[in-house]
């Protein structure tokens, strides 16, 4: 076996011969299982736990978080059903939060409850910064999925193409502008500005901007491209794991097996500590064979010597 795979007793596990190495997803802390001698997961069934049985997460919907991000509020409660109803309405029609966003932030759930980590601890605010985030299907979804549990998020979002960063730009505005106007201005907007910045220029240039910050809750980096250049992103992960703060996580996904598998293993001997990796069974597959959208979620912490 030389990429990921799914096994009858419900685990997902991978080999990786060139380092000689096994990793059984979902051990008996939910966490990501790593050894240096393959275990045989028939023989070995104490490493596995079924993902399924590990629950979804915190339970919020998407809707109710998107509602609250853009609303600006901890609760849904103070707003009047009617706009709700007609948020809600809009919501299900609109092409920004389709089946691909849902499964993703089903994923993140899962992966995030299974890292144990809590990236912002108690306080009130999440730094977020989303590297290499070509047009940001996922820019208001992501910061609704780390608001939830009412921080306020800030967003930096950055790609090398300036044509997708001004996407990007108008991406998050048309949504904004969707909640507003669903609402017919009942909502109340955020005074603090715009939730999400958008930069475009090299992920790893970003400490060159006076008010961004150091280090970040969370980084996040959607369909890793590190078969197309590996050079390329062996800096940008460096960078990454160098800006994860106390407790952050660095997110990332990919489209297909062996990408993963490498972006996972450099990550490693860069330091990296895999928490957890699952294969999202629901991902949308693509034209190309083997590909898929958000094919594999994984959750990495800043390692002792990253
Ligand atoms: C596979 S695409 C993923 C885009 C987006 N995250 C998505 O899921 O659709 C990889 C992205 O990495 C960006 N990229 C490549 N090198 C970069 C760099 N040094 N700094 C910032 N972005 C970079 C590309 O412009 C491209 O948008």
Redo the contacts with the bound molecule.
Sequence with gaps: MSSLEHVSTGVNIFFSPSVDKIWAMNDINGRFFDCAMPHDPDTDPSIIIDPAATGSGTGESMFDALLMHFAGKETTDELDPRVVKALRAEFERSEFFGDDMRRLWAMCERVVVQSGRVPGGTGSVINLLN???????EGAVLSAFWGRSGKRVRQFA????HA?IDKARRRYAATERMFEAAAGGKIRRRDEGLDVEFIA????HLVGYGEIPENYDVVF?????LW??RT?WQ??YEFALARIADNGLLLI?S?FDREHLLALELLKSLGGEILVSERNRSSRELSYPGKSVDRHVAAIARGQSS
């Excluded at 980096?221 to 491209?225: G, L, V, Y």
């Design positions: 590297l290499a985030c070509g047009y940001c299907e950055m790609d090398l193409r997708e220029d090299d992920a790893t980096i959607r369909h890793q491209n197309h250049d390329t800096r940008i996904t489209y």
